[in-house]
């Protein structure tokens, strides 16, 4: 089956640094990615929407110059925390779609996610 | 906007017995995929079943199964024999049509199976 593979799987850094957030479709090629937030026990928030060679669409109230989303191949998606904060720490998750099955009724494949505490 | 909608956080079930976890929503649209994601405490997403708005039959697949009221707008899931893997949190989610069109999330549920 479809594998989508999300590195780090945990990840800590010190307050004011940046993180980076792979996200890869290992078995096919993704024109889409969406990126989640998920606080303990809450639902899958979206933060934005990627698309493979331009800008990504980001939901109200998420801050592009923050959460930097890179989408230059058909295969990789990152998710950059910039001048991280302890307000950030909490659980990131990718998805994507296969770029084959264009049907909206197609589902989409999640990475495991990665937990990033900003100390 | 799509509006989804699951009122009850937790919910507990015996083992072998049948649970019902219920999801509303709200849309303008006639057109739609509804669907049930389980999340393990692992916290990977894992698809359980999904409905298609147009079809009348309700989806099912092995021990899950949807009761799908498109005029009341609700997407309630059974679970027959419930096991111990059961043990999740689940989510009611929406897709509009459109190829790049995202998945709205409800808020969760979390079910726990009594041994």
């Keep these: ?119 | 906007a799509q509006t989804v909608t699951q009122s009850q956080p937790e919910m507990s079930v015996q083992e072998a017995e049948t649970v019902t976890l219920s999801c509303t929503y709200d849309t303008s649209e006639s057109d739609y995929y509804l669907f049930w994601y389980k999340q393990p405490p692992s916290r990977q997403m894992i698809l359980v079943i999904r409905q298609e708005a147009y079809k009348q039959q309700n989806a099912t697949e092995n021990r899950f199964s949807v009761n799908f009221q498109k005029a009341a707008k609700s997407f309630s899931l059974k679970i027959s024999d419930s096991q111990l893997g059961d043990a999740a949190m689940y989510f009611c989610a929406y897709r509009s049509p459109g190829a790049n069109s995202k998945l709205t999330f409800g808020k969760g549920i979390t079910l726990s199976v009594r041994p």
């Design chain 1, 1 to 119: 089956g479809a594998v989508v593979s999300q590195h780090p799987s945990r990840v800590i850094c010190k307050s004011g640094t940046s993180v980076k957030i792979e996200c890869r479709s290992l078995d096919f090629q993704a024109t889409t990615m969406f990126w989640y937030r998920q606080f303990p026990k809450q639902s899958l928030m979206l933060m934005a929407t990627s698309n493979e060679g331009s800008k990504a669409t980001y939901e109200q109230g998420v801050e592009k110059d923050k959460f930097l989303i890179n989408h230059a191949s058909l295969t990789l998606s990152t998710l950059t925390v910039t001048s991280a904060h302890p307000e950030d720490s909490s659980f990131y998750i990718c998805s994507a779609k296969d770029r084959l099955r264009s049907s909206y009724n197609s589902p989409l494949h999640f990475g495991n996610g990665t937990r990033l505490t900003v100390t």
